[in-house]
């Protein structure tokens, strides 16, 4: 009798238990929630559709990152040239003087045998290269040649094409020569000036002028 009045109590103590706790509350028998699972086109169902910032794909590799800015395609690297910066004392380069031409040789032999009509002796001596010295005279023997020439009167013809050698240019004036002398009688000549100036680096002014190389006159008929 005693047992059963107890086994009636605990099952009173039981019911209000069950009475008081709360209606969601789960239980150890009650199944867990269901995990994300694949859909037929290969997402996931409650996952984001693309990752956010600093997340990694759930697939295939990690995304190179970006390729580096590419500097401008010129030779300062974008930077502006050192000769417009006075700090680096490099001062822009001096553009090239215009090289002497073919009519300049026919201007230089006009201006030769005006010097010598106009007895400026040492003027058309200069006129030759190497400070005169390719005429084969001293001043003095080149002012006495021309010592007894009364009147010169010239021809020239077209200049030739420029020619290269080494480390120069030479061109050819073709001339014709009519020399009256103080005792009344005339010469005349014809034939060809060679004309030379340097062009190698580091020639001077003088030396990258034309001046005359050789000549070549013999007497002609009147």
């Excluded at 150890?28 to 990752?51: C, K, S």
């Excluded at 002497?100 to 002796?121: K, S, V």
């Excluded at 023997?141 to 077209?158: P, V």
Aim: aromatic share 4%.
């Amino acid at each position: 009798m005693r047992a059963a009045l107890l086994a009636g109590a605990l099952a009173c103590v039981l019911a209000a238990c069950d009475r008081d706790a709360p209606a969601g509350a789960a239980t150890d028998d009650t199944p867990n929630a269901p995990l994300p699972q694949p859909r037929a086109d290969g997402a996931v169902t409650d996952m984001p559709a693309r990752p956010g910032p600093g997340e990694v794909p759930l697939a295939g590799e990690v995304p190179p990152p970006p390729p580096p800015a590419l500097l401008p395609a010129d030779a300062n690297f974008g930077l502006p040239p050192l000769e417009e910066n006075p700090e680096t004392g490099i001062a822009p380069a001096a553009p090239d003087a215009a090289e002497p031409m073919p009519a300049e040789a026919a201007t230089l032999m006009r201006e030769y045998y005006a010097a010598i009509d106009a007895r400026d002796f040492a003027r058309a001596h200069a006129a030759w290269s190497d400070d005169g010295r390719a005429s084969g005279l001293t001043p003095e023997q080149f002012a006495a040649g021309f010592a007894d020439i009364a009147r010169i009167e010239t021809t020239f013809g077209e200049p030739g094409p420029v020619g290269a050698a080494a480390g120069s240019r030479w061109v050819e004036v073709p001339v014709t020569v009519t020399t009256t002398r103080t005792d009344g009688s005339v010469q005349r000549q014809a034939g060809r000036f060679t004309l030379r100036r340097a062009v190698v680096d580091g020639a001077t002014p003088e030396q990258r002028a034309w001046r005359i190389a050789s000549a070549d006159l013999r007497d002609a008929a009147p």
